[in-house]
DNA sequence: CTTTTTGTTGATTGACCAGTCAATTAAAAA
DNA sequence: TTTTTAATTGACTGGTCAATCAACAAAAAG
């Protein structure tokens, strides 16, 4: 039934198929067909349309980075002030899409697929630039050092996200991530409240 | 070449390859006869000692625990103060062993392998319950909320652990990590220095 | 000196898997 | 209607790897 138009709709799913099963098993080493049977296709056909499995998860990492992106720059259009900002930054990290278990651990498989591939290192360097970025922006109006409390804040964050990948018991518990991140930085602004 | 005692030397040996190996590859994606070999022994020789390939991560794995917990151990000895309690068990994370390029990334892929395997998740647990009850115990005469104030430095150290194993150009920057973290304490205690 | 124990390996097996290819279907274009 | 083109797959291949096993070597025990 070859209508015109299916490749966008396959190689959706198949990015789909391939964040849900990493996640789910917790590690890269999904084979193509178990990809392929999750996304209703063949292996034959992620082949096709993706060329080998290397693409196929960096297409996955695109997804989930762009997804972030879009997130932040939904929360920031909301935010006005440079603690709002902080706010919504924080706010993007942790919520919507992006903290869903699954995401959280094919994330942290994403890191370690940049120890080996030059492509996905250079993908996750963009994203922890933006977030350092994003964060100094808001933070120098504030802070003494908004540099330094912008990397710690970062780290912070990336070492929340890792705890939350273990403790896949539970539900992922966003309120409290966000609630550790923004008592770090209001303490790096010296707000006594 | 059969001389008693061997067993003991050949089980150290492989299980340092088996750390050294995964870290340099960054990825678990190790084969035995790799490991085996870079222990200068055959493959088989690996599963005659140790089973099968799991339990010979797990060996590895728990190398690493038990000699970040010497390192701890090591440094509170010689700490009399809260505080000095606090740089030790930073310096503790960041110093050593604990902080070679190999070591560092076999430990982010060991937080991979503790989605699939129950036996790392326990192992894995056990670090960080040691790890924020030791914070914890030398922030209690010190901070306010000494149990969020852990909480949020354990993830910070984490944090810092992963920036770190990605960041594999240029040298492991121990220094900065440990200032991070000793900034932040400082922060959580009080101190306006 | 013989027997046992300990250490060690090459060869093999059985399973799995990424990637290829030729063939098939049906829609769309000519 | 005929032809082209996009979508799709089953079957196959070449390679890899964990785990097993039977056999061998040499030290230690008797």
Sequence with gaps: MPRV???ALRMDALVNATIEQIGRK???DVTVSQIAKAAGVSSALAHHYFGSKDELFLAAMRAILSEFGAEARREL???STPQARLSAIVRASFGGQNFRPEVVAAW???Y?????QPQAARLLAVYQRRLVSNLTHALRPLAADP???ARTAAALIDGLYIRHALASAGP???ATA???VERYLALAIGDRS
Tied chains: 1, 2.
């Design 112 to 116: 370690v697929l940049a120890q080996t």
């Design 147 to 149: 540099t330094t409390a």
């Design 172 to 174: 992922p518990d966003a």
């Design 108 to 110: 942290l498989n994403f």
């Design 178 to 180: 966000i609630a550790t």
């Design 5 to 7: 138009g299916m490749m």
């Design 26 to 28: 917790g590690s890269l």
């Design 77 to 79: 259009a909301r935010a």
